[in-house]
Each structure stands twice: as C-alpha cells, then as structure tokens.
C-alpha cells in the first residue's frame, strides 16, 4: 500500500538533504512534487489543498537545528500532517456497549462487507474477549452472501443466525437483535446489501435496518481501490447515516492509497480497520501515526512486531531452537516450516512494507514470495531421509526433485546452498543469544538484542 507516493516523496525530501535552511524557494519547489504525488494517489482535490497549504504555513522559514536535515525536518511536518488528515490520535473501536454489542456494515457490493465481518467478528473473539459472536446477513438480493457468512462464521467461531430470505431486511435484523439479547451474546454483526453504485432504494433499506437496530456501531465498508468513487460513495452513506466509522479493505493490493487519505477528511468520521487480504485474520486497527510513517517510507516495526508475536508458532520456534542449542541438527523439514511462517504472515510483500526504507529498494516482492512458494515445493519433492540427510541428494536425486517441483536443476542447487549456509550460520549461534530471540518473541524480558549487542 501506498508503494508509490512513498516512492515520489522519498524523492522530494532526498532533494532538501543538505540544504541548510527551509526557504520558500525550495518548499515551493518540494511541495510541488507532494502535489502531484497526491493527485497521482488519486488523493481528493479538497483534501490536497488543504494539505499544502497546511504544510507550507508550517515549513516556511523553519529552522533546522544542528542534529537535523531540512529533509528531516521536512519529513516531521509531513508526518503530522498526514496524521492530522487521516484523524490525528488513533480513535479506536469502542467495546464499552452494554452486551450484545451491534455493529452495522454498510458499502456498495463489491467492497468485501461479507468477508469484512467475518474477519471483525475473528478480531472480537480472538483479541478482544469476546467468546458469544452473532453473525447475520440481510442481502436477500444475492443468494449466495447468507451461505458464505455461515461458512465464514464456522471458520472463525462464531455463530450464524439464520434469518429468513422471505422476510424483510429490516425484520430480518430486529429476528437477530432478539436472539442475540435472549441467547445472551456479546456482539452482533449485521452484514446489510449493496449495489454496484449508489441509489436511494439502497438507502433507504439500510436507514430503515439502522431503524430497527439502533447498533452501537455503523461501519462504512469501502474498497481501498475504489478512488475517487470511494470518496463519492463514502460522502453518500455518511448523508444516509451517522456513521461511527470507516473500514478500508483491499488495502494491500492499493499502490496509490488515495482512499485512505481522502476518506477521513470527507466524511468526518475515522477510519478504524484495514482490510489487508482475504483471509479471515488479515484485519489491522488502523494507526495514523503508524500509517504515516510507512507512507514516508520509515516503515512500521511496531505492527510488524505485533503480528510476528500474533501468528509466529511459538512452541514450534522453540522447538527449533532446542535442536539448534543441542546441535540435533536444522533439517531441511525445519527449513520448509520457517518458509510456511513466513506465507503465513503475509509473504515478503507483507514484511516489506513493514519495513523502514524498503519502497527505495530495489526489491521485487512478488519475486520473493514466488522463490517462497519454488522452495517450499522442491522441500515437498523430496523423500524424509532426503530432508534429513541433504548430503545424500546427488545428480539423479537433484534432477528427480526438480522435475516433481516443475523446477529447473539450478533451483534444486541454489536452495542446497543457501540451506548449508544456513546450518553453518545457526550451529555457530550461542544458546543464550537464542533464548534472548525467544523471550522477545514470547514478548517479555524487554527489546530483543541483535547480533553483537
């Protein structure tokens, strides 16, 4: 997300390093670029007039103190206003409602409201507390969205109610409220219809739902990719209804990130969730700060942390550990474990836009995850004594490997390789520094040091 406006200002504040002072010669010059960066993103043209004028009062004239560069200087009054623009401190999804607590989706179809609340409803059961979730759809229009929330709700623990498709949307909800109240849960999810465009039959369905809910939360469910018709519909369903928040979904496969910049401002109301694939624990509470950050390309170690410590197999790494402190030997199965983590978490494109200065690197991502998927393959092609002894894979083993993978020969190599390198790497590791690594992943005994700390 957001790969090219990074891209365009990482350049735009290269160009002030080594300047001595913010003028109004080289602001005008840089902001200039912001600008067309913004409207490339396909940010809202209000918004980025705002944000200009907004950057150039504040960067006219500033100082640069003796431990700073003007192009961090510069990079500081960008970062807080792009907080400001995307709702300054992270406003957070309230969870203080008298039970059950009612939680409205709204969007066009298309936007990802089904899968949306399945992944909300995973996010209050696993890491909220909330045991009893109630999932219910109100698209009678089409037939297929009341089966794919069930079948969601059964992946993610959760609960579906059934209601009935002859009845009203409307009747529909009031049906999942009282069941919801008289089976005692803690939450309830209200997937509503959509169309492919906005009209007042869709409108006034879902005011006329809000009617019968009164939910604690109306979420407006929109596609990071959508542009400028995200603002369009955003502007519409906030008139419809006193939204309380915005989920951004698909916002992994958004390059530009416009939406997520215009959105806020546009309507008035926060964004409180991004959607960050398909699967249903792919949902991150959207930070500003944090978003800032990863937008001037300083990346976001904190988020990157926290879903290392959420989806890492801690009893697995340690098991790894253990074999590697007793030398028991790293096998290639190990190997091929370590790899099926890191899909887990997303792949390499995942990791990288965590990561601080990764969009000036000349990194191909897909690449990477594509070599994740090759290896994980030629791991699969091979026999268990093969994992477990690699030094026994000669010539015809390499070449049946490489044809079993779809593979070339070269490939088979290359992973032999880089696995020797690293069993030589890990048996010269000491057992202290890998209990330091595990205590910082089990998230205790403070930051985690690093290779020669």
Not at 63 to 84: D, K, W
Not at 428 to 453: D, E, I, T, V, W
């Amino acid at each position: 997300m957001f790969d090219g406006l990074t891209q365009r200002l990482t350049r735009t504040i290269d160009g002030l390093r080594g300047r001595g002072r913010i003028t109004e010669e080289n602001v005008a010059e840089a902001l200039r670029e912001v600008r067309v960066a913004l409207l490339e993103a396909d940010v809202a043209l209000p918004v980025v007039k705002r944000f200009i004028d907004s950057v150039k009062t504040q960067a006219l004239g500033t100082e640069v103190s003796g431990s700073l560069t003007p192009g961090q200087a510069f990079i500081g009054i960008l970062h807080r206003e792009l907080v400001a623009v995307m709702g300054g401190a992270r406003e957070g999804f309230s969870l203080r409602a008298q039970p059950p607590l009612i939680v409205m989706l709204a969007g066009l179809q298309g936007a990802g409201k089904t899968t949306t609340a399945a992944k909300l409803a995973r996010w209050l059961i696993e890491l909220q507390g909330k045991k009893r979730v109630l999932l219910v759809s109100t698209d009678v229009r089409r037939p297929a969205a009341m089966l794919q929330l069930e079948r969601l709700a059964g992946q993610v623990g959760a609960e579906y109610f059934p209601a009935d498709p002859r009845t009203a949307p409307p009747a529909m909800a009031r049906a999942a409220t009282e069941h919801a109240r008289r089976g005692l849960f803690d939450a309830l999810i209200v997937d509503t219809a959509g169309r492919l465009h906005v009209d007042e039959e869709m409108m006034e369905e879902v005011r006329q739902i809000d009617a019968a809910l009164h939910p604690h939360e109306r979420l407006f469910v929109v596609d990071a990719m959508a542009g400028q018709d995200a603002v369009n519909a955003a502007r519409a369903f906030g008139a419809a209804l006193d939204l309380t928040g915005i989920i951004l979904t698909k916002a992994d496969g958004d390059a530009r990130g416009g939406a997520a910049l215009s959105v806020r401002e546009i309507t008035g109301r926060p964004i409180v969730f991004l959607g960050m694939g398909e699967k249903v624990d792919a949902l991150e509470p959207f930070d500003p700060e944090r978003i800032a950050a990863r937008i001037l390309g300083m990346g976001d170690v904190v988020a990157l942390v926290e879903q290392v410590q959420r989806q890492v197999d801690v009893h697995e790494a340690e098991r790894l550990a253990r074999k590697v402190v007793t030398g028991k030997g790293f096998d290639l199965s190990d190997l091929r474990g370590q790899l099926e983590q890191l899909q887990k978490m997303g792949g390499v494109t995942a990791l990288l836009d965590k990561l601080p200065g990764a969009a000036q690197q000349s990194v191909a991502p897909e690449q990477g995850d594509k070599q994740i998927r090759h290896q994980i393959a030629i791991i699969n092609s091979m026999t268990p004594r093969e994992r477990r002894q690699p030094g026994i894979i000669d010539g015809s083993r390499r070449r049946r490997i490489a044809k079993g993978s779809g593979v070339a020969v070269q490939d088979v190599n290359r992973l032999l390789k880089q696995f020797l390198e690293m069993q030589r790497m890990l048996k010269g590791m000491k057992g202290g520094r890998l209990r330091r690594m595990m205590g910082a992943l089990r998230g205790g005994g403070g930051p985690p040091r690093f290779p020669g700390s």
